[in-house]
C-alpha cells in the first residue's frame, strides 16, 4: 500500500465529516436572505388593508 490516503466514500464517513463537506460545499449569501419575495396580490381580500383603511378613515366602496 502506498502512504497516501485513500478516499472514503461520503456515505462512509461519519456524520461529522459528512456535515463539514457539504458545509464547505454550500457558499454564502453575502447578507442576501435566501427567502422567496412575492408581491402581494392587490386584488385580492386582505383584512389587514381593509382595518389599515379603517383607521386612517378612508371610505371603502362595496364590492
Known sequence: MSAMAQMVPLNKQSKKKQR????????????????????PNRKAYSRSRMKQADRRGVQQLPV
Open 20 to 39: 463539514e463537506y457539504h458545509a464547505k460545499q454550500r457558499g454564502s449569501w453575502c447578507g442576501l436572505d435566501p427567502v422567496t419575495r412575492i408581491v
